[in-house]
């Protein structure tokens, strides 16, 4: 059996070699010309964690963690301390099985993976040009695929192609949620990288957020989220619209908005909803079809739980009856989970940025509210049911 991956992210890394395991061939077909190098830090916990554990890949991904003993909220005029969270106590409210993880090194973490599956049963092709009728740019001939494969999984991030060819625009499907992000990773910066080795630091401020942290590897890592409304202008470059939205923010961050690459990670903190995930014998999986947003925070443990469920059911399959039962019974017993944490992430979406000092104050009391013995559970298990530490917090 053969199956084509559009994506080499982290639900295509895990379908491909899910299925190799299972006896299948398989080709990772990915536009980008080799494993990205942008993103931000993740918290790893829930079905995720899980599926690692299952599937083998859980300490390739314990060794590329980061250690983080606590998140810290900054006044941006003064630098002082606000609040915090003792990432202990997030770890206990969810049994310890919480990794900190930047989302770069995952997918290198996971492409080193496909070392598991037998020679020649995954190729990986960057820098790929899907066939597509009409332009580079045009919908995948999701056809002409089939040609080559029983199966085309669709794992090609919120703006996928392969959706676009089974179902149309993508404008019927993504639930913007009033927000972007932007992250980048800048060398050279020694001064700052003293300055936050082994903290994980966020403004504590109102409509636009950034977070600070040191690398291992002498890098700084740089975080921004800002609403919508500051992005008006699409013709405005990525670098432009973060030194316009961010300068004057914080001094660490107007260092760093003037080392922003000319092309960072800045896109829409949406979600994706659509009727239905397959059609045939195509399928979408991760962010194509479940993107909960990172206001849920477990986009990544997403990703990969549901990599597993949908190659575990069609690993044993021999024909195309069999292979449309799997795509059904994936879409049936999947979804529930999906709509859970994406309806998670809604109601997160009006405390992920405060909009006004109001609301800023009330997360900050609430935080330091934790450290009481009751207040804490209730307060750390939120969190764990909502959105990560690293992109706000749900209370």
């Known amino acids: ?98 990794l900190s993880l930047m989302r770069p090194d995952l997918e290198l973490a996971l492409l080193d993976a496909l070392g598991d599956v037998p020679d020649g049963s995954v190729r990986v092709h960057y820098g790929a040009r899907y066939p597509a009728p009409e332009g580079p740019d045009a919908p995948v001939d999701v056809a002409r695929l089939l040609d080559d494969a029983d199966v085309v999984i669709g794992a090609d991030g919120v703006h996928s192609s392969v959706r676009r060819s089974l179902f149309g625009d993508e404008s019927q499907f993504i639930r913007p949620m009033g927000l972007r992000a932007a992250a980048y990773v800048v060398d050279g910066e020694a001064g700052l990288h003293a300055e936050f080795d082994g903290r994980f630091v966020l403004t504590d401020t109102v409509d636009r957020q950034a977070g600070i942290y040191g690398l291992r590897d002498g890098r700084v890592a740089v975080f921004l989220a800002y609403r919508d409304d500051d992005a008006s202008n699409p013709d405005e470059a990525p670098p432009v619209r973060l030194r316009r939205v961010f300068g004057g923010l914080w001094d660490p961050v107007d260092r760093l908005l003037d080392r922003c690459p000319p092309h960072p990670y800045d896109d829409l903190v949406a979600q994706v909803v659509l009727p239905r995930w397959h059609r045939g014998a195509t399928v979408l999986a991760g962010d194509a079809c479940q993107a909960v947003s990172l206001l849920a925070g477990q986009g990544a443990s997403m990703a990969i739980a549901g990599a597993e469920l949908l190659t575990d059911l069609l690993g044993p399959c021999r024909d195309a009856g069999a292979i449309e039962h799997a795509l059904g019974e994936y879409e049936r017993r999947w979804r529930p989970v999906v709509e859970e944490k994406q309806a998670a992430g809604r109601r997160a979406a009006g405390t992920f940025l405060p909009p006004d000092r109001f609301r800023l104050l009330l997360r900050r009391w609430t935080l330091r509210a934790a450290a009481l013995p009751v207040i804490d559970s209730l307060v750390m298990r939120s969190i764990a049911g909502g959105t990560g530490l690293k992109g706000g917090t749900r209370v």
């Open 1 to 98: 059996m053969r199956a084509t991956v559009i994506g080499a992210g982290m639900a295509g890394l895990v379908s491909a070699r899910q299925l190799a395991l299972a006896g299948w061939q398989v080709d990772v077909l990915e536009r980008a010309d080799g494993p990205r190098s942008d993103g931000y830090m993740m918290d790893f916990f829930g079905p995720g964690f899980d599926a690692a554990e299952r599937t083998g890949l859980l300490p390739r991904l314990r060794e590329a963690a980061y250690r983080i003993d606590a998140v810290e909220y900054v006044d941006a005029e003064t630098g002082r301390k606000t609040a915090g969270i003792d990432y202990a106590r997030f770890a206990r409210a969810v049994g310890g099985r919480l």
